[in-house]
């Protein structure tokens, strides 16, 4: 049989035909994209399994480590990159101190701390590496095959870590014994490649993507444990503690160790918060001030969407240190001089649970734009606590500080920065003054609004401080344009 049609139903049949055609192309892509979406769909994050055995005579960490690494990027890798921080500790011209902190840092002489890498093993053989950067803290590991985007693969580890007789972030004092930025971590891979920047001296020189954390800590039972996470079970044998830690949906994991702590907690919602203390001055106050910023925090910005929270009295010259569900707090703090500046120190450290630590960032490049959310953070904080005359003084001694100190940007990196005191004035202080600025510019409705929303869009992502200056000038707000401190 044979159909003859006229002009106009031939038309609509090759019409219809061509986006039945376009459709069959377009669905063959989509099923495609679903596939690289079905692979990442719910385990979208690198997870890193480690067993951790602490040596209390030697002060060293036997370690095995099962990264599962996800290529997010829309390029085949050849090779993944990881810090090992461990080893800025190794040399004295490595160390990530200014040269008027050794004393403070090193109080009994310069000590090493290194991580040696005994074994690198992919599916099916040793992985090729080498250790390389200025400071030898960067591991290279080349895969076994390209990893293509949306595809995962699996990196064991052997290692150990020396830690040094030293009270900054990484090391051991009198009291407590500080394990963080200790195992091989994965570099973020961004629009500008591989981030590989070393452990600076100036700020803090960190920069990590959102990961998930199965960790079995083996210590001498005489220590307590402080730790990112939460723990789900603890196995005592003989002198020693088995502890088995989860910590989903974070940057970093941290723990410190003590048997000279004390230990109070409390509760606020789903989430407990510990105070750890080395003796009776403040460590009831300092749990309360815990509690109290995260009520304020909680209220201003968004929920914090962890189990646990700590602050840890520590060895820790510097004053006070975040890391995910837990911060180091300068143990000298705690006595009636320092209230002021334990609560304020207290305060600041949480704020950063949430700049930094859930909104993340590249905090050598851009360390203006956690550290200036983070201390205006602060002193929101002091007004709603104790009124807004407070939070006028706390303004005012910055502009007096800085104005007469600093002439300098904030907009910079930290390794642009002469000195701490220098980057403290420009990147805090500066920066806590601009957003103060832009709060007068735009009212306390606008202001607290996109900063929640600021949140809510960037939780267990990294941003950039272009994405962080477009949402003000959505508001009207030109930040390059603003003068600090100036109303």
Not at 184 to 192: G, K, L, Q, S
Request: glycine share 6%.
């Amino acid at each position: 049989m044979v159909v003859l049609l006229n002009k106009d139903k031939l038309i609509r049949l090759l019409f219809t035909l061509s986006l039945f055609f376009l459709t069959f192309i377009f669905l063959g892509k989509l099923n495609l994209d679903m596939e690289v979406f079905k692979r990442l769909k719910g385990n979208d994050v690198n997870t890193y399994s480690i067993d951790v055995s602490f040596d209390d005579k030697e002060k060293l960490l036997k370690c095995a480590q099962n990264i599962t690494y996800i290529n997010k990027t829309d390029k085949n890798l050849e090779r993944i990159y990881f810090h090992i921080y461990p080893n800025a500790f190794l040399k004295k011209e490595y160390a990530p101190f200014e040269k008027n902190e050794f004393k403070k840092a090193y109080p009994n002489g310069f000590s090493k701390g290194y991580i040696n890498i005994n074994k690198v093993l992919g599916k099916k053989y040793n992985l090729d590496y080498k250790i390389m950067g200025k400071k030898e803290d960067i591991l290279e590991v080349n895969l076994e095959d390209n990893l293509k985007p949306g595809q995962k693969t699996n990196i064991y580890l052997e290692y150990d870590v020396k830690l040094p007789n030293s009270v900054g972030r990484f090391g051991y004092g009198d009291y407590t014994i500080n394990i963080t930025n200790w195992y091989p971590i994965a570099c973020v891979y961004d629009n500008r490649g591989w981030n590989t920047k070393t452990y600076e001296k100036i700020g803090d020189p960190f920069y990590s993507d959102i990961s998930n954390f199965n960790v079995n800590i083996n210590i001498p039972s005489r220590y307590k444990l402080a730790t990112t996470g939460t723990i789900k079970s603890e196995r005592i044998k003989k002198d020693s503690t088995l502890y088995k830690i989860k910590g989903n949906n974070v940057r970093d994991f941290a723990f410190i160790l003590s048997d000279k702590f004390n230990v109070l907690s409390t509760k606020l919602n789903d989430t407990k918060i510990y105070s750890y203390f080395l003796d009776k001055k403040l460590g009831k106050e300092s749990l309360q001030i815990a509690k109290d910023s995260l009520v304020v925090f909680n209220n201003l910005f968004g929920k914090y969407p962890y189990k646990t929270y700590s602050v840890v009295a520590s060895d820790f010259f510097i004053g006070g240190m975040e890391y995910p569900n837990l911060v180091m707090i300068d143990r000298n703090l705690y006595n009636q001089n320092s209230k002021f500046s334990l609560e304020y120190v207290v305060a600041h450290e949480t704020a950063h649970q949430w700049w930094y630590s859930l909104v993340g960032n590249d905090e050598i490049s851009e360390p203006w734009l956690d550290e200036a959310l983070t201390e205006y953070s602060t002193i929101l904080y002091f007004e709603k606590k104790y009124g807004k005359e407070v939070k006028d003084r706390l303004i005012k001694n910055l502009k007096t500080n800085t104005f007469r100190k600093s002439t300098e940007s904030i907009f910079k990196s930290t390794t642009e920065f002469k000195n701490s005191f220098e980057y403290s004035l420009c990147v805090y202080s500066k920066g806590a003054l601009l957003l103060d600025n832009i709060r007068n510019k735009v009212g306390d409705d606008v202001f607290f609004e996109t900063l929640r929303k600021y949140y809510k869009q960037n939780m267990y992502k990294n941003v950039t401080g272009n994405q962080f200056v477009n949402i003000w000038k959505e508001k009207g707000v030109n930040m390059d344009k603003i003068i600090y401190g100036n109303n």
